[in-house]
C-alpha cells in the first residue's frame, strides 16, 4: 500500500493528549513510525500506550492532537483492513468457531479474497488445526490466530501490541524474522511489548513512553550512546555504600543483598569514594548501556525534564540490513 503521494505510509502522531474523567492517559504526544523499520513502543504498565493505539486506530476519541496512519485518520480509511493490520488482543474470538470460519468472516466483512484464509494459517501454523474452535486454543494459538486475522488484508501498516504473548521460543524467533521480512519489504511496523530483551534484537528504532509523555524517540543505536554509563558493584556493605552514593547518584538500583547498579556512575567516580571510607568490594564493572537500562533509566518516576536526558529525537532515518527470512509476505486486520 501506497500513500496517495505514492510514498509507503508512515504513522504520525502529533499533540496527542486523552484523560479519562481525572486520569491523564496521554499528555501532548508526539512520534513518527518510518516505512521499511520496526519500531519498538515500550513504557511501563500505564504508561499510555494502548490508549495511543486505540485513538490511532479509531476506538478512542482523543481530547486534542492527531494520530493519523498515511496521513488520513483510520476511520478515513476507505477500506481498512486492506491497508492496516492491527492486533491488540488476542482474546475477542468466539470459543465455538473454528479458527477457518472466524477468518472466513473477519475476510468476507472486509471483502478480502477468501484465498487468503488458507494462505495466512500457513504463515502462522495453524492450518493442521484450522477445523478447531478456538475455545480450545492455548494463549499461543490464539495469538497466532490474531495475527492470521491481523494478516488477511495484506496492508503495508501493521500495529501489534504484544504480539509474543503466549508464543514459545521458538514462536517468538518466527515473529521477528517474519517482522523483519515484512519491514524490508517497505512495511510500516509499529510494536509494543514489555519483553525489553527481545525488543532488542528486534526493532531499529524506538518510541519511549512514561505517564503519558514522550521520554525518547529514535534509532535505538543512537538512544542507546546518548545514556549515561552504569557500574555494577559487588558489596558486603551495600547499604552503607547505597547511603553515601545516594546524593551524587539518585539512580541506585539494588539487585541483590550484595549487588546494586549505579546509574550515571563510573569507576573513577566511585572508587574515591570506597577509598575513603573504607568500603570492601568484591565486584566493580562498567556495564554497557543496553536497552533495558535505557528503558529504566528514561521511565523511573520524575524522570522527564531531568538534567542530562537525552533529547527526543526526530523522525528514524537510515537502511536496514537483515538477514534472510521466510519468503511469504502477509499483514494484519483491524480490532474486532
Known amino acids: 500500500m501506497r500513500t496517495p503521494s505514492g510514498r509507503p505510509p508512515g504513522i504520525e502522531v502529533e499533540g496527542l493528549s486523552k484523560r479519562f474523567g481525572s486520569v491523564r492517559a496521554v499528555s501532548d504526544l508526539s512520534f513518527e513510525v518510518a516505512p521499511g523499520r520496526i519500531t519498538g513502543f515500550l513504557g511501563p504498565n500505564g504508561a499510555g500506550k494502548t490508549t495511543t493505539l486505540r485513538i490511532l486506530l479509531g476506538l478512542v476519541e482523543a481530547n486534542s492532537g492527531s494520530a493519523t496512519i498515511g496521513g488520513r485518520r483510520y476511520r478515513k480509511i476507505p477500506r481498512p483492513l486492506h491497508e492496516v493490520g492491527a492486533l491488540?488482543?488476542?482474546?475477542?474470538?468466539?470459543?465455538?468457531?473454528?479458527?477457518?470460519?472466524?477468518?472466513?468472516?473477519?475476510?468476507?466483512?472486509?471483502?478480502?479474497?477468501?484465498?487468503?484464509?488458507?494462505?495466512?494459517?500457513?504463515?502462522?501454523?495453524?492450518?493442521?488445526?484450522?477445523?478447531r474452535r478456538v475455545g480450545g486454543?492455548?494463549?499461543?494459538?490464539?495469538?497466532?490466530?490474531?495475527?492470521?486475522?491481523?494478516?488477511?488484508?495484506?496492508?503495508?501498516?501493521?500495529?501489534?501490541?504484544?504480539?509474543?504473548?503466549?508464543?514459545?521460543?521458538?514462536?517468538?524467533?518466527?515473529?521477528?524474522?517474519?517482522?523483519?521480512?515484512?519491514?524490508?519489504?517497505?512495511?510500516?511496523?509499529?510494536?509494543?511489548?514489555?519483553?525489553?530483551?527481545?525488543?532488542?534484537?528486534?526493532?531499529?528504532?524506538?518510541?519511549?513512553?512514561?505517564?503519558?509523555?514522550?521520554?525518547?524517540?529514535?534509532?535505538?543505536?543512537?538512544?542507546?550512546?546518548?545514556?549515561?554509563?552504569?557500574?555494577?558493584?559487588?558489596?558486603?556493605?551495600?547499604?552503607?555504600?547505597?547511603?553515601?552514593?545516594?546524593p551524587g547518584f539518585p539512580a541506585i538500583r539494588r539487585l541483590a543483598a550484595d549487588l546494586l547498579t549505579v546509574d550515571g556512575a563510573t569507576p573513577e567516580r566511585i572508587g574515591p569514594v570506597l577509598a575513603q571510607h573504607r568500603i570492601v568490594i568484591y565486584e566493580l564493572v562498567t556495564q554497557s548501556t543496553d536497552l533495558e537500562s535505557v528503558f529504566l533509566s528514561l521511565t523511573r518516576p520524575g524522570r522527564a525534564g531531568e538534567p542530562g536526558s537525552p533529547p527526543a529525537s526526530g523522525p528514524p532515518t537510515g537502511p536496514v540490513v537483515a538477514p534472510p527470512v521466510p519468503a511469504t509476505g502477509w499483514t494484519e486486520s483491524p480490532p474486532s
Open 137 to 246: 486454543f492455548s494463549m499461543g494459538m490464539r495469538q497466532r490466530l490474531g495475527l492470521a486475522t491481523a494478516l488477511l488484508g495484506d496492508p503495508g501498516v501493521l500495529i501489534l501490541d504484544e504480539p509474543a504473548n503466549g508464543l514459545d521460543p521458538q514462536g517468538i524467533v518466527w515473529l521477528r524474522e517474519l517482522l523483519r521480512f515484512f519491514a524490508n519489504e517497505g512495511r510500516t511496523i509499529l510494536v509494543s511489548s514489555h519483553l525489553l530483551a527481545e525488543m532488542a534484537q528486534t526493532i531499529d528504532d524506538v518510541v519511549i513512553v512514561s505517564e503519558g509523555q514522550l521520554r525518547a524517540s529514535g534509532p535505538l543505536s543512537t538512544l542507546t550512546r546518548q545514556v549515561r554509563s552504569s557500574v555494577r558493584i559487588r558489596t558486603p556493605d551495600a547499604d552503607r555504600l547505597t547511603d553515601l552514593l545516594r
Open 88 to 131: 491488540l488482543e488476542s482474546t475477542s474470538f468466539h470459543p465455538a468457531r473454528r479458527a477457518r470460519d472466524h477468518l472466513r468472516m473477519v475476510a468476507r466483512a472486509g471483502r478480502i479474497d477468501r484465498a487468503r484464509v488458507a494462505a495466512v494459517l500457513e504463515v502462522v501454523g495453524l492450518e493442521a488445526v484450522a477445523k
